[in-house]
């Protein structure tokens, strides 16, 4: 068994560094954009790049199908940021409002954070992850915030997050 492991670590492309080469297939943050060979850490590449399909082992023929197929690969990359361009105008319209409870001087019992940002976005029809949301810290004040939401390297899009009080008001509205 272990033979076997060692005979295929021995078929990896291997870097100056000594990592594991590898072929993006898509962009990653903090690592490159698709098309670059990259050389990663053994694990890192066995345990989440090339199970979540983001990259292959670099091999000659895998180089040479991205070289014949670069420019169809630009076009998709190309439509790709144009449709997050118009989700960040879109984003730039929008305005979210998240329902927390408070005391009376308005601080947070709890926090807003980044999954309740993409929760409330989910609801306006918009799906991003909460890892896409910008925060310095957690929102802990009933306030107006502008939150960033990076959807490319390059392309980031402020969007206007209201916290209100939760409940306590609700209540109040409907019995007047």
């Not at 939401?149 to 390059?154: A, G, K, P, Q, T």
């Amino acid at each position: 068994m272990t033979r076997t492991k060692k005979n295929s670590f021995k078929r990896l492309p291997k870097g100056p560094n000594g990592g594991v080469q590898l072929l993006l297939i898509q962009s990653v943050e903090h690592l490159g954009r698709h098309g670059d060979i990259v050389e990663v850490k053994l694990g890192y590449a066995f345990n989440y790049l090339i199970p979540q399909g983001l990259a292959t082992i670099a091999t000659d023929h895998h180089q040479r199908m991205v070289q014949k197929h670069k420019s169809k690969l630009q076009e998709l990359e190309d439509q790709r940021l144009d449709d997050l361009r118009k989700l960040a105008n879109e984003l730039l319209q929008q305005s979210v409002t998240i329902e927390a409870n408070a005391n009376e001087e308005g601080h947070l019992y709890g926090s807003v954070g980044a999954k309740e940002i993409a929760a409330a976005l989910k609801q306006n029809d918009i799906t991003i992850s909460p890892d896409q949301v910008r925060l310095d810290g957690p929102l802990r004040e009933l306030a107006l915030y502008t939150v960033k939401i990076r959807l490319h390297d390059e392309i980031e899009a402020d969007l206007k997050v209201w916290v209100v009080q939760g409940s306590g008001e609700e209540e109040a509205a409907t019995a007047s």
